[in-house]
């Protein structure tokens, strides 16, 4: 007793342990921006024109912004002179300068989000796109609001690359070094004092980089883990409330979200430090200058085209070419502000880049396999698994060495007890997972010589838990076409025996001259139709697709006999001149099929009709007399101990 009590915590914080560890992410290894940079370039390849007119213009602008504090010396030295038409002429240019670099601004950020906008767009189709091709062992395993996650915030976070003109990052180069070639130009030992700084600011990047870059991986974690959690939460909201769980999920909430806000400061500390040490150091560095200049005054240079080559610059001259300078000095640490705030963008765009390639890197995606690999074709099977083994785990089977068989038009019914593989069979016939073992075979070919799209268009599958499209009911019953067909939607949902309902839904009449009940619109999940509804709805959709094999997955057990009787009709519509796989629990909907399936524990344990298994007095005989019996079995006495 005190053994099991004292395992008891450690079981329970295992438990949360590896529920953190399933809405976390897995530490990422080494990751290279360069690296990351390239594998995006695909994606803007296409609009690169974009991205070059930017650049271009981006060039044009830092020629214009190297030239401005040479034009603000020169008007410096004609209000010292006094010189009205030089200072006029000059302050017309440098207005002209200004404007015309702030339009061509507008002109080159426009471009780069251009660029950016559509890049993203793509980026993202493509990540949606490869989501649809992972099987379905990716999606048992990964929570949902990470995989949303990837395709909203990690792929925003990766547009703020240009969004917020990172990749101008080029033009502040190119700016930087135009800027150190006019400084040296000036005086070469002004510009000593002013480059003596970026040790400090090489320093100061170093320090902050890759804490940085750890904080917003964190970020990335963080929110995945939000998404994931507000996802499930909300899903299940009506069991949160039913249970009284409510304080619960708002202490696990808080715990979540902490984590967020913590990872977000951290962030925005270091770009605190990066930004206000590269102001701060700019600061010290004109003051430096400065200082100096006031102990040097008699050694600054010469005058450059002023009082002739080589001659002693006069006063004038000296505070013109200080204003010129030191003009210089705030545009050199301009970009490199520019930089230390883009790196910070850069730091979270990376580590969103890196969530989504670690995504597109899986590589658990449906394949087609070699035909040489597949077991030869049986023209005289419609359905058929021929020793079937399957495993969700390694090493755990959910089906042993299964064989079934069914000729085309034959209607075979699955029955066992919960967890014995029927819904499992089911998925292997539309290809969602691969077996371990045997074959599949679907019209006597298998399952992996067919294009995925071109197999699963033959069936038309009728689950429990149907699952409605936001839309309209037109839509929904016609999901498998782009451009859904009006007639045939409607003589599918007649054929179901449910146009005369959702016609009174909408206060309408079925079959007359008005038919817009079936624009009727569907909400989230189809939360605004009941459960009998929502199965009428699959019928006609599996009516529409009008496939030559049915699988039906505990069509009818959502619902009660009385809709399960008006459903009747629907269902003999469905199966009508059809190859059908039954999967039921109620074993009165599968009296007429044709052949029934007893599973047990993975394995088939009888098979035939209704009647020969009942005559059997096997499984299938004691689940029947469990569900059909009024009186429970009689009890045999018992002899008490004591005689």
């Given at each position: 007793m005190?053994?099991?009590?004292?395992?008891a915590?450690?079981?329970?914080?295992?438990?949360?342990?590896?529920?953190?560890?399933?809405?976390?992410?897995?530490?990422?290894?080494k990751a290279?921006?360069?690296?990351?940079?390239?594998?995006?370039?695909?994606?803007?390849?296409p609009?690169?024109?974009?991205?070059v007119?930017?650049?271009v213009?981006?060039?044009?602008?830092?020629?214009?912004?190297l030239?401005?504090?040479?034009?603000m010396?020169?008007?410096?030295?004609?209000?010292?002179d006094?010189?009205?038409?030089?200072?006029l002429r000059?302050?017309?240019l440098?207005?002209?300068l200004?404007?015309?670099?702030?339009?061509?601004?507008f002109?080159?950020?426009y471009?780069?989000?251009i660029?950016?906008a559509?890049?993203?767009a793509?980026l993202?189709?493509?990540?949606?796109?490869?989501?649809?091709?992972?099987t379905l062992r990716?999606?048992?395993?990964?929570?949902?609001?990470?995989?949303?996650?990837?395709?909203?915030?990690?792929?925003?976070?990766?547009?703020?690359?240009?969004?917020?003109?990172?990749?101008?990052?080029?033009?502040?180069?190119?700016?930087?070094?135009?800027?150190?070639?006019?400084?040296?130009?000036?005086?070469?030992q002004?510009a000593l004092?002013?480059?003596?700084?970026l040790p400090?600011?090489?320093?100061?990047?170093t320090?902050v980089?890759?804490?940085?870059?750890?904080?917003?991986?964190?970020?990335?974690?963080?929110?995945?883990?939000?998404?994931?959690f507000?996802?499930?939460?909300?899903?299940?909201?009506?069991?949160?409330?039913?249970?009284?769980?409510?304080?619960a999920a708002?202490?696990e909430?808080?715990?979540?979200n902490?984590?967020?806000?913590?990872?977000?400061?951290?962030?925005?500390?270091y770009?605190?430090v990066?930004d206000?040490?590269?102001?701060?150091?700019a600061t010290?560095?004109?003051?430096?200058?400065?200082?100096?200049v006031?102990?040097?005054?008699?050694?600054?240079?010469h005058?450059?085209?002023?009082s002739?080559a080589?001659?002693?610059?006069?006063?004038?001259?000296a505070f013109?070419?200080v204003?010129?300078?030191?003009?210089?000095i705030?545009q050199f640490f301009?970009?490199?502000?520019?930089?230390?705030?883009?790196?910070?963008?850069?730091?979270?765009a990376?580590a969103?880049a890196?969530?989504?390639?670690?995504?597109?890197?899986?590589?658990?995606?449906?394949l087609?396999?070699?035909?040489k690999?597949?077991?030869?074709?049986?023209?005289n099977?419609?359905?058929?698994?021929?020793?079937?083994?399957?495993?969700y785990?390694?090493?755990?089977?959910?089906?042993?060495?299964v064989?079934i068989?069914?000729?085309?038009g034959?209607?075979?019914?699955?029955?066992g007890?919960?967890?014995?593989?029927?819904?499992?069979?089911?998925?292997?016939?539309?290809?969602?997972?691969?077996?371990?073992?045997?074959?599949?075979r679907?019209g006597?070919r298998?399952?992996?010589?067919?294009?995925?799209?071109?197999?699963?268009?033959q069936?038309?599958?009728?689950?429990?838990?149907?699952?409605?499209f936001?839309?309209t009911?037109?839509?929904?019953?016609?999901?498998?076409?782009?451009?859904?067909?009006?007639?045939?939607?409607?003589?599918?949902?007649e054929r179901?025996?449910?146009?005369?309902?959702?016609?009174?839904?909408?206060?309408?009449?079925?079959?007359?001259?008005?038919?817009?009940w079936?624009?009727?619109?569907?909400?989230?999940?189809g939360?605004?139709?009941?459960?009998?509804?929502?199965?009428l709805?699959?019928?006609?959709?599996?009516?529409?697709?009008?496939?030559?094999?049915?699988i039906?997955?505990?069509?009818?057990?959502?619902?009660?006999?009385d809709?399960?009787?008006?459903?009747?009709k629907?269902l003999?519509a469905v199966?009508?001149r059809?190859?059908?796989?039954?999967?039921?629990?109620?074993?009165s909907?599968?009296k007429?099929?044709?052949?029934?399936?007893?599973?047990?524990k993975?394995a088939v344990?009888?098979?035939?009709t209704?009647?020969?298994?009942?005559?059997?007095?096997?499984f299938?005989a004691?689940?029947?007399?469990?569900?059909?019996t009024?009186k429970?079995?009689?009890?045999?006495?018992?002899?008490?101990?004591?005689?």
């Amino acid at each position: 007793m005190t053994a099991r009590t004292t395992n008891a915590p450690n079981a329970r914080g295992a438990t949360e342990a590896r529920l953190r560890a399933f809405h976390e992410e897995d530490a990422l290894g080494k990751a290279y921006d360069a690296r990351l940079l390239r594998r995006l370039w695909p994606f803007v390849k296409p609009h690169a024109r974009h991205l070059v007119v930017s650049l271009v213009v981006l060039l044009v602008v830092g020629g214009l912004n190297l030239v401005r504090p040479l034009v603000m010396g020169a008007i410096v030295h004609h209000a010292a002179d006094h010189d009205r038409e030089g200072l006029l002429r000059d302050g017309l240019l440098l207005t002209g300068l200004v404007f015309f670099a702030q339009l061509l601004g507008f002109v080159q950020l426009y471009q780069m989000q251009i660029a950016g906008a559509r890049a993203m767009a793509d980026l993202r189709e493509a990540v949606f796109r490869y989501l649809q091709s992972l099987t379905l062992r990716f999606f048992d395993r990964t929570p949902v609001g990470r995989l949303v996650t990837r395709a909203t915030n990690d792929v925003d976070a990766l547009g703020e690359l240009f969004a917020q003109g990172v990749a101008n990052a080029f033009g502040d180069v190119v700016a930087l070094t135009g800027y150190v070639v006019a400084m040296t130009l000036l005086d070469w030992q002004m510009a000593l004092i002013a480059f003596a700084a970026l040790p400090i600011v090489l320093v100061i990047v170093t320090f902050v980089r890759k804490r940085s870059r750890k904080a917003y991986r964190d970020i990335r974690t963080k929110t995945a883990r939000l998404n994931a959690f507000l996802g499930e939460q909300v899903n299940g909201v009506s069991v949160v409330q039913a249970y009284g769980r409510e304080h619960a999920a708002q202490l696990e909430f808080d715990e979540i979200n902490e984590a967020y806000r913590d990872a977000n400061k951290r962030s925005i500390y270091y770009e605190a430090v990066l930004d206000a040490a590269i102001e701060m150091v700019a600061t010290l560095c004109i003051a430096s200058v400065l200082l100096w200049v006031a102990f040097h005054r008699a050694h600054i240079g010469h005058a450059i085209g002023s009082s002739g080559a080589g001659a002693p610059m006069d006063a004038a001259g000296a505070f013109a070419l200080v204003v010129t300078f030191t003009g210089y000095i705030k545009q050199f640490f301009e970009p490199i502000s520019l930089l230390s705030q883009r790196y910070t963008i850069l730091q979270s765009a990376m580590a969103g880049a890196e969530r989504i390639f670690q995504l597109l890197d899986t590589g658990d995606v449906e394949l087609d396999v070699d035909a040489k690999a597949c077991a030869p074709d049986r023209s005289n099977e419609a359905l058929s698994l021929d020793a079937v083994t399957f495993e969700y785990k390694p090493g755990v089977p959910v089906l042993r060495d299964v064989t079934i068989v069914a000729r085309a038009g034959e209607k075979i019914a699955l029955v066992g007890a919960t967890g014995s593989g029927k819904t499992t069979i089911a998925s292997l016939f539309l290809r969602l997972y691969e077996v371990t073992k045997g074959a599949v075979r679907v019209g006597g070919r298998d399952v992996r010589r067919f294009d995925r799209v071109a197999l699963r268009e033959q069936f038309a599958v009728v689950p429990q838990d149907v699952f409605l499209f936001s839309g309209t009911l037109l839509t929904n019953v016609a999901m498998a076409d782009a451009k859904p067909d009006r007639a045939r939607a409607l003589a599918a949902l007649e054929r179901v025996g449910a146009a005369s309902l959702f016609a009174r839904r909408a206060g309408a009449e079925a079959g007359g001259a008005n038919d817009g009940w079936i624009d009727a619109p569907v909400d989230e999940r189809g939360s605004n139709f009941s459960a009998g509804e929502r199965q009428l709805i699959a019928f006609a959709r599996a009516l529409y697709r009008d496939a030559p094999y049915v699988i039906l997955d505990e069509a009818t057990a959502s619902v009660d006999s009385d809709t399960e009787a008006r459903l009747q009709k629907a269902l003999e519509a469905v199966l009508e001149r059809r190859t059908a796989v039954i999967i039921a629990h109620r074993l009165s909907t599968i009296k007429a099929a044709d052949r029934i399936v007893v599973l047990h524990k993975g394995a088939v344990v009888e098979q035939g009709t209704h009647d020969e298994l009942l005559a059997r007095g096997g499984f299938y005989a004691k689940l029947h007399r469990l569900q059909f019996t009024q009186k429970p079995p009689p009890v045999a006495p018992t002899t008490s101990a004591t005689g």
